[in-house]
């Protein structure tokens, strides 16, 4: 039990924040959940709090308002030992080719906000000397498909930023920087979708392995469900000239 | 990587079954992710039905339209230490339950014979447990729910608002309204563990004759021989057990932690079992060897974990898979205490003589029913496997008229076929039911397969 240490999750009304919020509670960690929707973050700390005991806390917060993210971090009354950002929006692809403000929407929101968001975090953390930032990006950003560019771009751009911030703070000691990069997971994201079975995992899985790349076996960057690790490994040799023709 | 390439939207039409894999219908399939999308998604439609864990084995959870799974309304909401009252959300489901509670010292004093239902599925079916004869249904231990009406209005049903309602609604088969959340009284235990009493049974007076006898147990069960015949009709093995207390623990097992650690092993039945691995012999032999083993322990107390006394079958995920491509429904009937030992024994009879059915049987005493559509009643209820074949149902039809005939019923929760007659004979409380929908405006709102097959 490490009871004293605390999460915050950024994008806590979402499956897979809840599902990382629930996993740091089972061993004690106090957790606040911060999200735009208030009343879906409430029914998750909830949940949480009724499940494991510990207490659970919200704070509103719309990462799109970049403007008040350095407030935001300012003002915690607790700086978190981890922060986790499961922020992101899968978006419509077909919209967004013709709705600039779609498409805007769709980069802000995967890109733009959590780096920004985090290079807050990341300088609170090295001025404490501590602290674990876990960004959650996508295995759409490990190469461009016609089917999602807009979503994967912006997560290649997250997945950049976190190797990047990973590499500054590693020189200055004790801050580590783990980039997630789930497959498809069972989510409300993906509710609409018919995902194949052997490759789609459920948030506790994204959350354990979570926990276990922050806590119990550090790791720099993970793949949920190992196996899309080689999948992802494939698609990205595939020469340009083949891929184009592909429908994957 | 989240494709729309290969991953198309349903266009609304998805192959749906119960735990038994029979029948197999389209549906369109809802997936709210809140009580309040629930409510949003039930509102307007017609031929709909809540679906929880897909734990029912026949149509009951399959709507003629359209279904709504409740599995997004898997949210606890608060825990009152004090009164041991829970409110949870319906796609909550009895694992979840014990898995944050057991440790922390509670259970819950009815669950069925697998922890994978949802808390919803459990409150349609009034789901029984083996303290049935003792303590009621699932029904006993909820205070309230909130059940959303077709026409959007959500209501608040307990033992003292909705009175009417509320029991409807305890083995109402989701023909109610869609339950969204529930209040529920946990059982506070002292440890982990039963303790155990095994007795052997040679035929099936003698089995009843235990449970009879025994009717004081907590908990109490007989697992049949189907295979036995003769003078061993219904040879059995009787289970009864109580929860054990600390001083259980120093008695019979000091080395034991109160609350152990769950182990996570699961074994798993691969998609295509071998049908040959089903056959007469080899359930003769596995039979043999389960009596034995059980033989080898009459007599001495013994501690059980919670887990495997009450629910063996979930350590083998995906069990259903042994019976094939063509499904397995499960029988279970009622029969009335004052007919039961005649009945039984012609219904197993003709059940050895068959020997199709699954290797082993249940036989569990009933207490009195908890709603007007609740099934249990006074009596004993009998539990068998078949897997589907040509033949099967002329004979089942068999057994359903000698059921009839005592007075008893079949459980809706497992059927995926009797005929309407047999049903209406069984269930006297079908009127309240029907009047309840009329006055909710739910007559053909909300309708599964099992109610359009058997005009609920």
Request: glycine fraction near 10%.
């Amino acid at each position: 039990m490490t009871g004293t240490k605390s999460i915050l999750v950024i994008g806590g009304s979402s499956d897979i924040g809840h599902a990382t919020a629930l996993r740091y509670a089972k061993e004690g960690w106090r957790v606040t959940l911060a999200a735009r929707d208030l009343a879906a973050a409430q029914r998750n700390a909830d949940d949480i709090r009724t499940r494991s005991g510990v207490d659970t806390t919200v704070q509103s917060l719309d990462v799109l308002q970049t403007g008040q993210l350095a407030g935001f971090v300012a003002g915690l009354s607790v700086l978190p030992d981890t922060v986790v950002c499961v922020v992101g929006e899968l978006g419509d692809q077909l919209r967004a080719q013709t709705d600039p403000e779609l498409a805007t929407t769709i980069i802000r929101t995967n890109f733009e906000a959590p780096s920004l968001l985090l290079e807050q975090f990341a300088q609170a953390f090295a001025a404490r000397g501590s602290g674990t930032i876990v960004g959650v990006s996508s295995v759409a950003g490990d190469r461009g498909r016609a089917s999602n560019y807009y979503y994967g771009a912006a997560k290649a751009g997250f997945t950049q930023f976190l190797s990047g911030l990973r590499n500054r703070l590693a020189l200055a000691g004790k801050v580590r920087v783990v980039t997630v990069k789930p497959g498809f997971v069972r989510t409300k994201m993906t509710a609409h979708m018919k995902l194949p079975a052997p490759l789609t995992v459920q948030p506790d899985r994204v959350a354990e392995d979570i926990y276990r790349a922050d806590v119990t076996r550090p790791r720099d960057v993970i793949y949920v469900a190992r196996r899309f690790w080689l999948v992802m490994a494939i698609i990205c040799a595939l020469p340009e000239t083949i891929f184009k023709r592909m429908r994957i | 990587m989240s494709g729309r390439a290969s991953g198309i939207s349903d266009p609304g039409g998805i192959r749906l079954s119960g735990w038994g894999n029979y029948p197999k219908i389209s549906t369109e399939l809802l997936a709210p992710q809140s009580p309040a999308a629930a409510r949003d998604d039930l509102l307007g439609r017609s031929g709909v039905v809540a679906r929880g864990a897909g734990r029912a084995y026949g149509d009951a959870a399959i709507g003629t339209q359209a279904t709504i799974s409740s599995r997004g309304l898997n949210r606890m909401r608060r825990f009152d230490a004090a009164t041991a009252q829970l409110t949870i959300e319906a796609g909550v489901t009895i694992a979840d339950i014990l898995a944050a509670f057991e440790p922390r010292g509670f259970f819950l004093k009815v669950v069925p014979g697998t922890k994978l239902v949802t808390v919803g599925g459990a409150i349609a079916a009034d789901v029984h447990g083996k303290n049935h004869h003792r303590d009621g249904g699932f029904g006993t231990i909820v205070d309230s729910f909130r059940l959303a009406l077709p026409g959007g209005e959500i209501v608040c049903c307990s033992r003292s608002e909705n009175v009417a309602l509320f029991a409807a609604t305890l083995g109402g088969m989701g023909l109610t309204g869609m339950i969204l959340d529930a209040t529920l009284r946990l059982l506070p235990i002292e440890t982990a563990w039963l303790r155990q009493d095994t007795r052997v049974a040679g035929n099936l007076d003698a089995a009843i004759d235990q449970l009879e006898s025994n009717a004081s147990s907590t908990y109490s069960v007989a697992w049949i021989d189907c295979l036995a015949r003769g003078a061993a009709l219904g040879r059995s093995l009787v289970y009864l057990a109580e929860h054990a207390t600390r001083r259980d623990i120093d008695r019979l097992g000091p080395d034991l932690a109160p609350f152990p650690n769950p182990r996570t092993q699961r074994l798993s039945v691969p998609e295509l079992f071998p049908a040959w691995l089903l056959n007469r012999a080899s359930m003769r032999m596995f039979n043999e060897l389960y009596f034995r083993r059980g033989a080898a322990h009459q007599g001495e107390p013994r501690l059980v974990h919670w887990n495997p006394y009450f629910f063996p079958l979930d350590a083998i995920a995906d069990w259903n898979r042994i019976y094939g491509r063509r499904g397995f429904v499960q029988y279970q009937c009622v029969i009335p205490l004052e007919r039961a030992r005649r009945v039984l024994a012609d219904i197993l009879d003709r059940v050895s003589r068959r020997g199709d059915a699954s290797f082993l049987a249940v036989l569990k005493q009933l207490g009195d029913g908890g709603g007007p559509m609740s099934f249990p009643l006074r009596g004993y209820t009998l539990t068998m496997d078949f897997p589907v074949s040509d033949t099967l149902f002329a004979f089942l039809d068999q057994l359903d008229a000698l059921v009839v005939d005592a007075g008893g019923r079949l459980y809706l929760a497992k059927d995926a076929r009797q005929s309407r007659a047999t049903f209406e004979s069984g269930y006297p409380g079908l009127a309240a039911l029907r009047d309840i929908r009329q006055q909710t405006g739910a007559t053909t709102r909300l309708a599964s397969h099992l109610s359009a097959r058997l005009g609920i």
